[in-house]
């Protein structure tokens, strides 16, 4: 397969668990925009990682309020 699968920057939702995605959806109650936006904002403010990583910050972010 292509190279590029093990960039670190080439990442898609697909490499988010679904574990992850429903921890984070039952944080949000269920609100799939929010959470949505939830992980737009820490992309503009921490560009550059992977997707998993936005995803947990903003569960540790959740649940740390």
Known sequence: HSPEINFPNFQNKESVSMGLKNHLFM??????DLAERLIN??????P???EKWYWE????????H
């Open 27 to 32: 944080l949000v109650k269920g609100d799939k």
């Open 41 to 46: 904002l820490q992309k503009q403010k921490n």
């Open 48 to 50: 550059g990682h992977p």
């Open 57 to 64: 910050k903003v569960i540790y972010d959740l649940e740390r």
